[in-house]
């Protein structure tokens, strides 16, 4: 289930299960976001992005779907595997800062039971 | 290749004492990145060098704050008589510009007492 932690939501899964991780952006001007992995002690790692001319892109297990008009965001992992346990964070940019200035969200936390 | 890399990965101070942390970006890499990330916290960006042009230094929390990066290649970020809420994991990231891919480095962890 997914409860609130002192600090992150967190999603707790078994192994093979499928994960939704959800995220809400604020800035309607926003029109590329990016999902990000982040392990423990690690820098976060770039898992998929997508534009918004596009509803849904798919990745290798993963999949991203974007609804504009509710400004929201998720995370589809399928097959959830141990190794999958890390700190999701959604990030959205603006074409006036040139994609370069990303602004980043809480993030979730994912667990994974074996 | 290698990837960005950061030093010290660990670095404990006292409340007062000037820092100073070190990001290398992937070698080519013309665009460079600074974040900040408080614990159980998302990223906050803090400031992006690209190229030869002026660095975007809006998130930058404070003049306690500034970073430089030479040759456009190695950036350094330092903190002026640091305070307990400097405490976070500095991340660096670098791109190949705008816009593309960024690859962060493992962070500096930065403790005041």
């Known amino acids: 289930g997914e409860s609130v932690g002192l600090h992150l939501p967190t999603l707790s899964v078994q192994e093979g299960d499928n994960s939704i991780i959800n995220c809400a952006y604020s800035?309607?001007?926003?029109?590329?976001f990016i999902w990000y992995k982040q392990e423990s002690g690690k820098g976060p790692q770039f898992i998929i992005d997508i534009r918004s001319n596009m509803d849904k892109r798919q990745g290798q297990r993963v999949t991203v779907l974007l609804n504009k008009t509710v400004k929201h965001l998720s995370l589809q992992i399928a097959a959830t595997q141990p190794g999958d346990s890390a700190v999701y964070f959604c990030a959205e940019t603006v074409p006036n800062s040139g994609y370069s200035t990303l602004t980043f969200g809480k993030g979730t936390m994912l667990l994974v039971s074996p | 290749g290698a990837g960005v890399s950061q030093s010290p990965s660990n670095k404990v101070t006292e409340k007062g004492k000037d820092v100073e942390l070190r990001c290398d970006p992937i070698?080519?890499?013309?665009?460079l990145y600074w974040y900040r990330q408080s614990l159980g916290q998302g990223l906050e960006f803090l400031i992006y060098?690209?190229?030869?042009?002026?660095?975007?230094k809006s998130g930058l929390p404070s003049d306690r704050f500034s970073a430089e990066r030479t040759g456009g290649s190695v950036s350094t970020l330092t903190i002026q008589r640091t305070q307990q809420e400097d405490s976070a994991v500095y991340l660096c990231?670098?791109?190949?510009?705008?816009?593309?891919?960024?690859?962060f480095g493992p962070g500096t962890r930065l403790t005041v007492t």
């Open positions: 800035n309607s001007a926003s029109d590329y």
């Open positions: 990231a670098s791109s190949a510009g705008p816009g593309y891919e960024q690859y």
């Open positions: 070698s080519g890499h013309t665009a």
């Open positions: 060098f690209q190229g030869n042009s002026a660095p975007d």
